[in-house]
């Protein structure tokens, strides 16, 4: 497995990269941290690579340099990944161009084999995007304190799974909200949602929500088996069946306690453009950090 | 599949609307105005018609960057010939002329030059010359700039001024929030100094040279270099001190003394060894390029120079043509080709004049004297457009418009060439902004907050200015 965590800055992104590589670690993936500058236009881009040579003849980092070296000081320093001081590292923060708007970063005398650092510069979307793309990444964290149109954008373009950050407190407990319904997705999901359970050791809420009164037989069989999953992996959960608008019910029941994994809607692309789907609604409706299963 | 071309779709949402405002607007008939003109001072309606619907779609991809610039200048080429404006070679003729070797040349001299290092010696020069205090420091990075931008371009100077700069910042205190305000006033001050001062020379910017190109094509000017230092370097000595004063005062940092930052720097400089003999043969070259800039550039023309100066860097090995292919700007020298391109046509066909009438008659309310509106058009639209396109461009696509609204083809032409200069208000709007942006020091709400005073300060002065010219 590959996961992607997006920062921003210093000020939003602890809690993206605690949540990140708590899911990383419980799922043994390789982490790429990335962090993408604002876009320069086209009339300025060689002139500001020009300046850009001057300032590291000067010994200055690129902006966006400091933000990953915070990162990987932080993951450090919290056990998250194992970092070693060698002597012959490189002299000093170094960028190696891989791309037009893209460098791998190493920094000074330091190296870790649990992560990599990646600088970009662009638009977000596309460039995440073309990283996942590029490095075949299942999932791809960002934070809640983006912006919502991104989050939205991120969900509808980005080719894999997508855990949003949203206001994470790591002194409270959480609960794993997982909706299940018949749709093709929701197995993934209910594997995932296994994962992130066991990385945070906390109780599952499989929640099954009908428009009507009635359960039909999908529903209540995708019930069943995330339930089954649930018991043969040792986690504590347990079972509600409620109806009502799903976006509304899932708010009501997540609160702001649970963290929520669901299935990607399989609308076609078309609908989803001009109608939305399930989970963009829940997304933009709920203060908890949500992994969208793709 | 399906969200690939969904995605695609929403990212060139721009190149679809231009296109779409393209197809629109030529089903649409030709302007009552533009028929009626039809005579001796327009030929072919439909072809100054199209002309402006090519102008309208280049601006609109300028601005919002849907495709790169260097497919716009592709664009602006082919749709010449086949909306039937002119035909292959026509175009050709006008894309390729003096002003565009002058482009090319100086883009790749400013390579050569930055890439010699030569930073630290300004750090020095800048030091000596200001002593420690703040104030000082920041009139001597915007009297540097603005001296040196006159005669190498803005971009050139910035990129070498800014890690000067950043030194003397980070000398100061790391902390980001401590030293925030001398951040922004010491990178505005390079900027916005770079930017003025380009107004200096000829060879300040790209845009002056196709002015002048202007005036020699149409026939209504022969400015010589020093003839055009004549014109903008009181304007330019001017707007110095108040430029200090406007950005002192809107920023107003802490550290009113940079004692140790200063003291720090001239132990780094002085680690970086003395000035070589390369570095002093890089400044010899440019030397001789000035001279025949002075000199010669009436028989032999800006660019040429310009040119025989690349071919000097390369030849006695001062860059590699590997490094100078690397950070040349291709891109941008095929954009002013068919942005000078599209002018000439402009005027040609007789868009340009119908522009420059119908601009008057819409804000002919605005003010009785036919002198100050037209001034007032040329100034504002030029300033505007700079902000969102790249200057040369703007005075590519505005030169002919003004130079056909009548009225000293001197003050207006000016005029124009130096309000292209008043990029101040957004990160787009030159490459100084965006490389000082890109230093991450400086926020977007920094550019409008000194841009404003800086716009209108400058446009207060040439106004001055433009009367003494006009008197004159």
């Known amino acids: 497995m590959k996961f992607l965590i997006a920062v921003g800055s210093k000020e939003y992104s602890e809690s993206t990269l605690r949540v990140g590589m708590q899911i990383a670690?419980?799922?043994?993936?390789a982490v790429t941290i990335v962090y993408v500058g604002p876009k320069i236009s086209d009339f300025s881009l060689p002139h500001v690579r020009l300046a850009q040579e001057r300032m590291e003849e000067w010994d200055f980092d690129r902006p966006g340099v400091e933000v990953l070296e915070w990162a990987f000081n932080f993951l450090a320093k919290n056990d998250y990944i194992t970092s070693t001081t060698i002597e012959s590292g490189f002299p000093k923060n170094t960028l190696v161009q891989t791309d037009g708007n893209r460098c791998d970063v190493y920094l000074q005398g330091t190296i870790s084999t649990d992560v990599n650092l990646i600088l970009r510069n662009g638009d977000i979307i596309s460039e995440l995007r073309d990283e996942v793309a590029r490095g075949g990444f299942d999932v791809t964290i960002i934070g809640g304190s983006q912006k919502r149109r991104m989050a939205h954008d991120m969900i509808q373009y980005i080719d894999s799974s997508i855990l949003i950050v949203n206001k994470y407190n790591p002194d409270k407990t959480y609960g794993l909200l997982l909706p299940v319904d018949d749709s093709r997705k929701t197995p993934q999901a209910v594997k995932y949602g296994v994962r992130v359970a066991q990385a945070f050791g906390?109780?599952?809420?499989?929640?099954?929500?009908?428009?009507t009164n009635k359960f039909g037989k999908g529903y209540r069989n995708a019930a069943k088996r995330a339930a089954k999953m649930m018991r043969r992996m040792g986690i504590e959960y347990e079972n509600h069946f409620k109806h009502g608008d799903p976006a509304v019910v899932i708010r009501e029941t997540a609160g702001n306690d649970h963290i929520i994994v669901m299935g990607t809607s399989t609308k076609n692309p078309i609908a989803k453009f001009f109608m939305g789907s399930k989970p963009l609604q829940v997304m933009e409706s709920n203060p908890c950090p949500i992994l969208i299963v793709k | 599949m399906l969200q690939h071309i969904i995605f695609w779709l929403t990212q060139k949402r721009w190149l679809l609307f231009a296109l779409a405002v393209g197809a629109v607007l030529l089903l649409l008939p030709v302007p009552s105005s533009m028929e009626s003109m039809q005579g001796e001072t327009m030929t072919d309606p439909i072809k100054?018609?199209?002309?402006?619907?090519?102008?309208?779609m280049a601006i609109i991809l300028i601005i919002f960057e849907p495709v790169p610039l260097p497919a716009v200048a592709l664009m602006m080429l082919f749709l010449q010939v086949i909306l039937g404006i002119d035909d292959p070679n026509g175009v050709a003729k006008s894309f390729m002329n003096d002003a565009v070797f002058f482009i090319m040349g100086s883009l790749m001299m400013a390579v050569a030059i930055v890439s010699q290092g030569l930073d630290s010696r300004l750090a020095l020069g800048i030091i000596r010359f200001t002593g420690n205090k703040t104030w000082r420091i920041a009139f001597g990075f915007v009297g540097i700039s603005a001296f040196l931008s006159s005669f190498i371009g803005e971009h050139t100077v910035t990129a070498m001024m800014m890690p000067v700069g950043?030194?003397?910042?980070?000398?100061?205190?790391?902390?980001?929030?401590a030293t925030k305000n001398l951040a922004a006033l010491i990178l505005f001050s390079i900027a916005y100094g770079s930017a003025m001062g380009s107004i200096g020379t000829p060879s300040g910017g790209g845009r002056n040279v196709i002015m002048i190109g202007y005036w020699q094509e149409f026939g209504l000017a022969d400015i010589s270099y020093l003839g055009w230092m004549r014109y903008t370097y009181p304007m330019l000595l001017v707007e110095i001190p108040i430029a200090v004063a406007i950005l002192w005062f809107t920023f107003r940092p802490k550290q009113k003394v940079l004692d140790s930052a200063v003291r720090k720097l001239k132990v780094q400089v002085a680690r970086r060894g003395a000035m070589t003999g390369q570095n002093i043969l890089a400044i010899i070259v440019f030397l001789i390029v000035f001279l025949g800039w002075v000199f010669l550039?009436?028989?032999m023309g800006l660019g040429i120079i310009a040119l025989i100066g690349v071919f000097l860097?390369?030849?006695?090995?001062?860059?590699?043509?590997?490094?100078?292919?690397?950070?040349?700007?291709?891109?941008v020298i095929l954009l002013f080709g068919a942005a000078i391109s599209i002018g000439l046509q402009m005027k040609e066909t007789g868009a340009a004049l119908w522009f420059a009438n119908s601009a008057i008659d819409i804000m002919k309310n605005l003010s009785e004297d036919i002198s100050i509106l037209r001034w007032l058009i040329a100034v504002l639209l030029t300033g505007v457009l700079t902000n969102l396109l790249s200057n040369s461009a703007t005075v590519a696509v505005i030169g002919p418009i003004v130079l056909n609204m009548g009225g000293d083809p001197i003050v207006m032409g000016f005029s124009t060439a130096i309000a292209s200069a008043f990029a101040y208000l957004t990160v787009v709007a030159s490459p100084t902004c965006m490389i000082i942006h890109s230093s991450g020091l400086v926020q977007r709400s920094d550019f409008i907050k000194a841009g404003w005073k800086m716009f209108i300060m400058s446009i207060v002065i040439l106004f001055i200015m433009s009367k003494f010219w006009a008197d004159s």
């Open chain 1, 202 to 211: 906390i109780k599952v809420d499989l929640l099954t929500v009908s428009k």
């Open chain 1, 25 to 29: 670690k419980s799922f043994q993936a």
């Open chain 2, 48 to 56: 100054a018609y199209r002309t402006m619907i090519i102008v309208i």
């Open chain 2, 297 to 299: 550039s009436k028989k």
């Open chain 2, 166 to 177: 950043l030194t003397l910042i980070y000398n100061t205190s790391t902390d980001r929030d």
């Open chain 2, 313 to 331: 860097y390369l030849v006695l090995g001062l860059i590699r043509w590997s490094d100078l292919n690397r950070n040349t700007n291709w891109g």
